[in-house]
């Protein structure tokens, strides 16, 4: 069962359900700064790649290059920030109960959805948990309908009634 990942402002995600990959994956001392350093706090300037380079002794073309890498290799999804809910968009958990044999295919189909930055497994009927941004509740609520329709699954909404600040980010390597 994978950890669920709390929606937190970082920079660094972990992996959708379908880039993830069973093995190992060996990371150079650079690839593991980088990882370390900006799994949050993503410098906001015009040039944050070049920025993160000449605080990790290094070109913006290798950090660029090494994002690139590691997102092809599934050990990240994506570098971007993570907005504060109800703050940019329209925005909610969900969670649909998947039979077990269906849950990676539903999975797919979920993240295949632009405004599903994530999805995580866990123990429960209710099994495929995910969070859908969008710029508006309109939208939002269309993307829901269309995934019910997709997947056939009905979808459990639960948006956000009491806000709490998760400071989550762990050490990689030391």
Not at 115 to 133: C, P
Not at 146 to 166: A, C, N, S, V, W
Request: charged content about 25%.
């Amino acid at each position: 069962m994978a950890t669920p990942a709390p929606i937190i402002k970082q920079a660094i995600t972990q992996p959708r359900r379908e880039n993830r990959t069973k093995d190992a994956i060996p990371l150079n001392d650079l690839e593991k700064r980088l990882l370390n350093e900006y799994q949050k706090g993503l410098p906001l300037s015009p040039t944050p790649y070049a920025d993160i380079a000449q605080r990790l002794g290094t070109s913006e073309a290798l950090v660029l290059k090494i994002l690139d890498r590691l997102q092809q290799l599934g050990v990240i999804s994506r570098v971007g920030p993570v907005f504060k809910p109800k703050q940019v968009g329209a925005s909610t958990l969900a969670a649909m109960a998947v039979p077990e044999a269906l849950l990676e295919a539903v999975a797919d189909q979920i993240s295949a959805y632009p405004e599903v930055n994530h999805n995580y497994e866990r123990e429960d009927s209710y099994n495929l948990w995910f969070v859908v941004t969008a710029p508006n509740q309109q939208r939002l609520e269309q993307v829901l309908d269309e995934m019910e329709r997709e997947t056939g699954y009905d979808i459990l909404y639960l948006p956000l009634e009491k806000q709490f600040h998760i400071d989550l980010g762990f050490p990689l390597w030391c």
